[in-house]
């Protein structure tokens, strides 16, 4: 049964939901599902912009026939061929043997490395070029690495819709809500939508600041992402953040303490530390098993706040294991501008401190490791108070800067 929502005057969603998949990109959990969008355009040519995840075609097809009701399809604009939403396009093709694919020229270059049947069906469109499908002028905006090379956005000067490839979108099914303004995106979206973007788009901040700026000149009214809820008010809201993750500025002062523990000694400093910094009044606190927190969460945290505490044990001369993955994984997303305090603890040769502030100095982007440290022989005793203390108060001197 079809299932369609309408967008504005002659454009509907016509996505659908994938509520089986455990593993977004076969890595990030979604336990709250996601939604593969696609918008129908039914002005005196019919045009489709993106397609949809090979999951979500059948519900993706009933929608668009029932929308067309007999009509050709006489366009689909591909913005980001990526097969979560490029699967569906030869479907399109074989369905409708009049539509021609609009899309930039390395979208087309991959479509044939995906092995899709495109030629005589292409016409390709570049920076700045316009065009008019009776009452609607798009023009359509180059944004690479947001998030592949491919990639453009659409915007349709006739109604200020943005057809915003992957950029505002976000983790998470929709429950019938389309637009931001039927949930209480605050409460229930915005930590998947950061999830969604520090963990896919994170790495390529500055590409999103080009993009982020040339939005800037233009009068956007509606923003139509390929993944979670549309945006018709408040979208002010949304590019604050995405100017916070973009420029790797965090969104909130706090700190979050991410401890590698295996007989629980760790994670129990790590309890200390926390109730220090309360009682000293920074209240904005959260703690994470390294080992048991997937990766992808600490990520978003980690963009989120504006100090990072890493306990870590010693293991095998190195630092634990899961804890060296997150220092990498920060890394690869281009993590910056974050204040560092390190806690280590070792039984016999104690070195994960070290290689930890190494990683952190040598490897990353401007984070600050702050020199108070606490080391631990394998558990916390009172001899190590005054260090914990120093530590405590060392984190709380460096917010006041
Ligand atoms: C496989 C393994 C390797 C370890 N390697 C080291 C090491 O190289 N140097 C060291 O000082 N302690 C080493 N340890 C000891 C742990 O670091 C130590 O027991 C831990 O600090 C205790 O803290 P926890 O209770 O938070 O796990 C190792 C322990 C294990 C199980």
């Avoid at 945006?231 to 953040?241: H, I, N, P, S």
């Avoid at 790590?270 to 109730?275: I, N, Q």
């Avoid at 997150?326 to 603890?345: G, H, P, S, W, Y």
Wanted: with cysteine; charged share 20%; hydrophobic share 40%.
């Amino acid at each position: 049964m079809h299932c369609v929502r309408k967008v504005t005057e002659n454009l509907y969603w016509v996505g659908a939901n994938d509520r089986r998949l455990s593993l977004f990109e076969n890595i990030h959990p979604i336990p709250r599902g996601v939604s593969y969008n696609s918008y129908l355009l039914l002005d005196k040519q019919t045009v489709l912009f993106d397609t949809v995840d090979w999951s979500a075609c059948r519900q993706f097809l009933e929608n668009v026939e029932y929308l067309l009701d007999g009509r050709p399809l006489d366009y689909l604009v591909i913005n980001h061929m990526e097969p979560d939403h490029g699967a569906s396009i030869e479907e399109i093709l074989l369905r409708y043997p009049k539509t021609k694919i609009i899309s930039t020229e390395k979208a087309f270059m991959l479509m044939r490395q995906f092995g899709f049947h495109i030629d005589g069906r292409m016409e390709e469109v570049q920076e700045g070029d316009t065009k008019s499908f009776g009452k609607h002028v798009v023009t359509f905006v180059s944004a690479p690495m947001v998030h592949w090379p491919e990639a453009m956005v659409t915007f349709d000067t006739t109604n200020g819709v943005l057809f915003s490839a992957d950029a505002f979108g976000s983790f998470g099914a929709l429950d019938g809500k389309l637009f931001n303004d039927e949930v209480n995106f605050d409460r229930d979206w915005i930590d998947d939508a950061r999830r969604y973007y520090t963990n896919i788009v994170g790495k390529y901040g500055p590409h999103v600041q080009a993009l982020l700026k040339k939005a800037g000149g233009i009068d956007i009214k509606i923003i139509c992402p390929l993944h979670g809820p549309v945006w018709r008010t408040d979208l002010g809201y949304f590019l604050d953040k995405y100017g916070h993750w973009s420029s790797y500025e965090p969104e909130e002062q706090g700190v979050m303490i991410v401890y590698a523990t295996m007989y629980g000694n760790t994670e129990s400093a790590a309890g200390v530390l926390a109730a220090k910094l309360v009682e000293k009044g920074m209240t904005n606190v959260v703690m994470y098993d390294v080992s048991n927190t997937h990766v992808s969460y600490l990520i978003s945290e980690a963009f989120r706040l504006s100090h990072i505490v890493l306990a870590s044990v010693t293991y095998n001369l190195g630092i634990y294991p899961v804890m060296h993955n997150f220092l990498m994984d920060m890394k690869a997303l281009n993590l910056q501008k974050r204040t560092v305090a390190i806690m280590e603890n070792g039984s016999w040769a104690c070195k994960s401190g070290t290689l930890m502030r190494e990683f952190l100095e040598n490897e990353m982007k401007d984070m600050n490791v702050l020199e108070e440290k606490l080391t631990l022989n394998s558990a916390m005793n009172a001899d190590n108070l005054p260090d914990m203390d120093a530590l405590a108060d060392g984190i709380i001197a460096s917010m006041k800067k």
